[in-house]
């Protein structure tokens, strides 16, 4: 994060080919799942930081939101700079000599930003910089795709040394990728997505770079302006958030940590007929270091269970290559037969392909029948048709209905009401469950049917479904309940946003990630859904009581969504488009 001014040609540094660490140990993360943890040390004020940089550092712009650490620059005055923003570092808390350095980021984009994550060396007070040496794990600047990946240090005459290499591959920087660097005696190596890209050699402390042989701490920022992106700042861009999932140390070991069991929606075990450690695994790609820091040694597998509606892809390789077996649900007591016993190094676990189709409709039987509905103020009106009737403040009862699989349910009811201004609810085991409300204005007659759709998501399982009346009367026809898409199991939940269709704040997305259909459960009927990018840029709107909206034309990224209800309440949501 220092300035660019000053530039040595090397010819010692050189691109290596050696061998990528077979093993991995972790020894340190922040996952921000509950919170930022007190590893972290946050540097306040202005002054350009040795850059000329145009921000003013506060611990107020860095929050955490769904599990995922934000870093948020600001266009607004104050101690004198015209932007805020945040650096924050495991300084005095926490520091490394070696290992596997990684961090999992999604960053703005735009003229005059430079998101940063990187190292300095422990000595910094003592000895200052650049003779502290530091690492450049990831920076960016302005726009496009380009990564930077750099160490500085002191050559033999004190002054500042530098040496760096850039990659474009990463393609699309506002959506999540995992960056990091592979450190030891001989070397530095600059990953993206697991990806190689530059290599710096530092065997033998050539070209005086003892320093980067010392522990050091870790860093995140995000900058405005300055000596390297400049100071034509496009203020569109802001507010800017630079979106962390997490950060994590591994050192190399020859033996893994103890075996991390827990819940997952597959378990693979050391050995055949279910036997030796057994580790749970949730949807996800698990390349070597990831299974490694589990507790799961390389070749290790040899017997897995999947559950319902999932499949775990095997690959020979690290990082999800070489040959693959793709193991369907169920009970796998060991895979000598396929010729796949201790030969896993990396794997995947997804959803499976080709969940069956699912769909109910639940018919409002007539007055003399009553089948399946509890009888609180029903009538036949209709001449004998399939109708519930419904009175204000009343309510139907469906018993035993059945959801096969955990995920996202379309649910359709076919109403009709004489008056306008009438509400109606759908809850499982009586409100337990809130399935969301709807205001349904007059059909200007009992037969003078209207079809309401929205989607919640709802966990495997059998319930109680209960139709409420909170305002006005309705005639019922029928409810109709479709699976979405493939519809998790039960195990998977926490996969979702809102595993309980909505979160704390009253509103659930998902999926999250997205590629196609949003499906949007609120306990308040909302007015209006509003997208906007990384950016701050407004990129979609809906006004709607739709429990959906298309994001399907939207570039890959982070993207908040607002949804305001009717009662003009406003709650956001970020969520990840594919």
């Not at 500042?160 to 393609?171: D, K, L, R, V, Y």
């Not at 040959?323 to 201790?342: F, H, I, M």
């Not at 080709?354 to 009538?379: H, N």
């Not at 009438?422 to 205001?439: E, H, K, M, Y």
Request: glycine share 12%; hydrophobic share 35%; aromatic share 12%.
């Amino acid at each position: 994060m220092k300035s660019r001014y000053i530039i040595f040609a090397l010819t010692a540094i050189l691109s290596l080919q050696t061998e990528v660490f077979a093993q991995w140990n972790l020894v340190w993360q922040d996952e921000f799942t509950n919170g930022i943890s007190g590893d972290w040390v946050f540097e306040t004020g202005a002054g350009g930081w040795g850059n000329n940089e145009l921000q003013y550092y506060r611990r107020e712009n860095a929050t955490v939101q769904n599990g995922q650490l934000v870093i948020s620059a600001k266009r607004e005055a104050f101690g004198g700079a015209n932007y805020t923003s945040v650096r924050m570092k495991t300084q005095g808390k926490k520091s490394w000599k070696f290992g596997k350095i990684e961090a999992r980021i999604a960053m703005p984009s735009f003229n005059g930003i430079w998101p940063a994550f990187w190292m300095l060396g422990d000595n910094i007070n003592s000895v200052g910089w650049p003779a502290c040496g530091e690492i450049d794990i990831m920076e960016h600047v302005n726009a496009g795709s380009s990564v930077f990946g750099t160490i500085h240090w002191a050559n033999d005459n004190g002054s500042h040394a530098e040496f760096g290499g850039n990659t474009g591959a990463a393609g699309n920087l506002t959506a999540f990728h995992t960056y990091s660097v592979e450190w030891d005696a001989n070397s530095i190596k600059w990953l993206i997505d697991g990806n190689q890209f530059h290599v710096a050699n530092i065997a033998d402390n050539v070209n005086s770079t003892s320093e980067l042989h010392n522990n050091f701490f870790i860093l995140l920022n995000l900058a405005v302006g300055g000596n390297w992106p400049g100071f034509n700042i496009d203020n569109n861009g802001f507010q800017a958030n630079m979106y962390v999932d997490y950060v994590r140390v591994y050192q190399a070991g020859s033996t893994p940590p103890p075996p991390v069991g827990g819940g997952g929606v597959a378990t693979v075990y050391k050995d055949c007929n279910f036997g030796g450690y057994a580790v749970g695994l949730p949807v996800g790609n698990y390349a070597y270091g990831d299974l490694y820091a589990r507790g799961i040694a390389n070749e290790d597998i040899s017997s897995i269970k999947v559950n319902g509606g999932y499949e775990v892809v095997l690959c020979e390789n690290d990082n999800l290559t070489g040959a693959t077996l793709t193991v369907p649900a169920g009970e796998n007591s060991c895979l000598v037969g396929q010729g796949w016993n201790d030969r896993t190094t990396s794997l995947i676990v997804r959803t499976a392909t080709g969940v069956p189709a699912f769909t109910r409709t639940i018919q409002a039987e007539d007055y003399s029948a009553m089948l399946g509905v509890q009888k609180e103020g029903t009538s036949d009106a209709g001449g004998g048709l399939n109708v519930g009737y419904i009175d204000n403040n009343d309510w139907l009862a469906y018993n035993g209905i059945t959801f096969p699989t955990s995920g996202n349910y379309k649910i359709e009811y076919r109403v009709a009401s004489m008056y306008g201004g009438n509400r109606i609810s759908l809850d499982l085991n009586a409100g337990g469950i809130q399935l969301g409300t709807t205001d349904i204005p007059s059909t200007g007659g009992w037969q003078n049917w209207t079809t309401v759709s929205r989607t919640v998501n709802v966990n495997a399982g059998t319930y109680n479904l209960g139709v409420f009346a909170s305002i006005g009367g309705f005639n019922l026809n029928w409810i109709r309940i479709t699976r979405v898409g493939n519809a998790r199991t039960s195990e998977e939940d926490e996969m979702v946003t809102s595993s309980n269709n909505v979160a704390a704040d009253g509103l659930g997305v998902f999926p999250n990630p997205v590629e196609n259909e949003l499906y949007i459960n609120s306990v308040e009927e909302l007015n209006s859904i509003s997208i906007t990018n990384v950016m701050g840029i407004e990129v979609l709107t809906q006004d709607t009581n739709l429990g959906n909206i298309n994001v399907s034309k939207l570039e890959s990224g982070v993207y908040t969504l607002t949804a305001v209800s009717k009662e003009g309440n406003k709650t956001t949501k970020r969520f990840i488009k594919y």
